[in-house]
């Protein structure tokens, strides 16, 4: 069978950036080592004024077109994943198409487009459709692209503010990718959950503290669905772990869980099932306080172990390189893990073709998913491509002043005069809600 999966990506970061130990922990009282230590953040990107979802997202996405030397034709389906959408009916999708259009010989008048949502997962979701769309032989020899896209912002004083981010990936995905292959097998964990939601609001009402807890629970089941249908997962059998990356702090949280639960470690459960008198599988919201803090005392064994530093240290923090510098990019952050790893295994030289990588995506509300991507042969050329430092090294470092201001105009609520952004020659700018993604 003809291997289908990401043949290419892009990636388009907020062009602003708000340093958490230099400029918001001094702000908000705090020891920057909350941040630095605590979340593993440095850096959120921002977007600039005259940024948004489109402006990002078509961006990428000229950037992967013209890179891969793609004109309209090639391409039968567009999908956007974002949870910042405008328009409840218009999808963000034809609004990117209509900016691809002001540069590229040709139009889209042939694809299909739309737009996905279910919080993070949706850009994991939109490969599904991509995937599912050309494994039925509907895709008429053409690719698809996926674009992830969000302003991941919160409401002032949010705890929650901290971990902001903005930036978009473009995939490009076709039948004898370059870069990887997606499985076939699936896991999934997913139950209606209320931790985390936009009902006609535009930052999100948070429980912070519980939605680790539901992505924790939902990821463990996912892997568990996932091994019902690929088999007994082993912790080398991957080379990275992409997960979804919120903050580099909860993937540290989800790596333990997932280690402890692919290890089966049956001796050390064993003598600590002894002392608490049940299997140490709780559920994640165990009221028994005693019995969660054995467990923790377990864990924090577990995670002294050299065996699971080791696996950390080359399997899970490559992951979050890109993460570090720019916090939460919703949809796309799964997909900028991935970017990570591969850019790591590319500095140190690792060859990675025919290697795996076991990917965990994860939208609130809430949803996470476990598949596997074998990597290809072109891999290197692909990654080589991306010019992610350069992107980082060119965001302007805001002070908490211009932070405020900037934040003030990506709130809908307020009334913003666009007439006074000035905007940088050769990139989609933002013209207005509801007047996207003019050329300038
Ligand atoms: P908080 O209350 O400000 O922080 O909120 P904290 O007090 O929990 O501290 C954070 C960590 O820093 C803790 O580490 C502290 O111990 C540590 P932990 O114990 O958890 O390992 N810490 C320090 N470390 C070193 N030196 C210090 C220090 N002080 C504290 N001095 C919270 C944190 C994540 C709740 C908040 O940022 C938040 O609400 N974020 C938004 C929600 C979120 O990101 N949830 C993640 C899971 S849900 C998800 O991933 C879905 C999402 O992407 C949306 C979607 O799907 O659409 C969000």
Known sequence: MTAVGIDAIEIWTGNLK????????????????????????????????????????????????????????????????????????????????????????????HANKGERKFAC????????????????????GRSAIVIATDTALYARGDAGEATQGAGAV???????????????????????????????????????????????????????????????VHPDDFEYAP???????????????AYRHVIRDTSVEDELADEIGRQPRPEAFDDDEAFREAVREYMDELKETEAY???????????????REVGNWYTGSVHIARASALKHALESDRDMTGERLLVGS????????????????????????????????????MSWADYEEVHDVHNHDMDVDVEEFTAPESEFVFDGWGRMGERK
Not at 246 to 252: A, D, K, L, T, Y
Not at 377 to 395: F, P
């Open 18 to 109: 708000l340093d958490l130990p230099g400029t918001f922990a001094p702000e908000k009282g705090e020891d920057p080592e909350k941040y630095t230590k605590g979340l593993g953040l440095n850096a959120s990107s921002f977007p600039d004024s005259y940024e948004d979802i489109v402006t990002m997202g078509a961006n990428a996405a000229h950037r992967l077109m013209e890179r891969k030397g793609l004109e309209p034709d090639d391409i039968g389906r567009i999908d956007v994943a974002t949870e910042s959408a405008f328009d409840n009916s218009k999808p963000v999708s034809t609004y990117v198409a209509g900016c691809l259009e002001q540069v590229f010989d040709g139009d889209f008048h």
């Open 121 to 140: 997962i949706a850009g994991t979701q939109s490969l599904d459709d991509a995937y599912n769309w050309i494994r039925a032989g509907r895709n008429r």
């Open 170 to 232: 473009a995939m490009l995905i076709s039948e004898d990718p370059n870069l990887v292959e997606l499985s076939a097998e699936q896991g999934y964990g997913s139950a209606d959950e209320t931790d985390f939601l936009k009902p006609n609001q535009q930052f999100p009402s948070v429980d912070g503290k519980r939605s680790v807890q539901v992505y924790l629970a939902r990821m463990r089941e996912a892997l568990e669905d996932y091994e019902s249908v690929a088999g007994d």
């Open 309 to 323: 530093q080791e696996w950390y240290a080359e399997t899970i923090d490559p992951t979050l390189s890109i993460s």
């Open 243 to 257: 997960f979804h990356t919120p903050f580099p702090g909860m993937v540290r949280k989800a790596a333990m869980l």
């Open 362 to 397: 994860y939208g609130s509300g809430a949803q996470a998913e476990i598949h596997s991507e074998v990597v290809q042969d072109g891999w290197e050329d692909e990654i080589e491509a991306l010019n992610v430092e350069s992107q980082l090294e060119a965001r302007y470092d």
